[in-house]
């Protein structure tokens, strides 16, 4: 379904793009690291782990006497990295919770002439984070949807409400697992593209549900794909959300 994929090309546009991604990384580990001041510091989790560009780990791991990693794979740099952080704990699940039931899904009905609209698809396998005293949503929130939608068009001709709609149930889904008062949440809400000289060709919304009612939040430009490669002849920035849920 491209997780595995998507997931390599994290790192390989990293070093790409060191330069504006390094400023994006700070400023979501500071953020982080400022919500899990005066929490409580028995357990935490971080959802979205990958390959720890933006989780401050070790300053987690001097806080919090037990970490949970949560992501599809965890890289073999991951393991590496927290080899010798003897409190941090790998979990390997789809976050989503929608991932097998839209697996199985396109299997039933990409044949059919009598297929039901993907609001059938529903979550399984919730996961619980409810003993937690700090949760961190890391730059995951619209990384949920965007690779389920993609694959179900391979096999579907989707109408944009449908699509908006199925991406609103499953970022209310992830928003709706956080633990209140005891979690935040990194996610970049908006992507522009610009041409080579800076000029605005497009802006578009990739979050459908809204984060927080709350005032005190922060934001940022992320400088994602200067090199044009993400999009031909377009450089991509994305306006980054942080805040406390």
């Not at 546009?13 to 001041?37: L, P, S």
């Not at 959802?47 to 919090?64: A, C, N, Q, R, T």
């Not at 890289?75 to 199985?104: R, V």
């Not at 096999?155 to 970022?171: C, G, M, P, S, W």
């Amino acid at each position: 379904m491209g997780f595995f994929s998507d997931q390599s090309g994290i790192i390989r546009r990293y070093r790409r793009e060191k330069n504006g991604w390094d400023i994006h990384i700070d400023n979501t580990k500071k953020f982080a690291v400022k919500c899990m001041q005066n929490k409580n510091r028995k357990s935490a989790a971080v959802l979205g782990s990958g390959w720890l560009l933006d989780v401050p780990i070790d300053e987690m791991s001097k806080y919090f006497e037990k970490i949970v990693l949560y992501d599809i794979r965890h890289p073999e740099k991951t393991k590496k990295k927290i080899k010798n952080l003897n409190n941090i704990e790998l979990c390997t699940c789809d976050i989503s919770g929608f991932a097998i039931a839209t697996f199985q899904y396109a299997k039933k009905y990409r044949n059919s002439d009598n297929r039901p609209p993907v609001s059938c698809i529903q979550p399984q396998k919730t996961i619980d984070l409810s003993a937690f005293d700090f949760v961190f949503s890391c730059n995951i929130l619209n990384q949920l949807d965007i690779l389920l939608v993609d694959y179900l068009l391979q096999f579907f001709d989707l109408n944009d409400d449908e699509i908006i709609a199925f991406r609103n149930r499953i970022q209310k889904h992830h928003i709706g697992i956080l633990p209140r008062n005891r979690s935040c949440i990194v996610v970049d809400y908006k992507e522009i593209t610009k041409t080579a000289n800076g000029k605005e060709c497009s802006r578009k919304t990739t979050v459908h549900h809204p984060i927080v009612k709350r005032t005190d939040v922060q934001r940022w430009t992320w400088e994602f794909d200067t090199k044009m490669t993400y999009y031909k002849d377009k450089k991509t920035f994305f306006e980054v959300l942080a805040a406390e849920i």
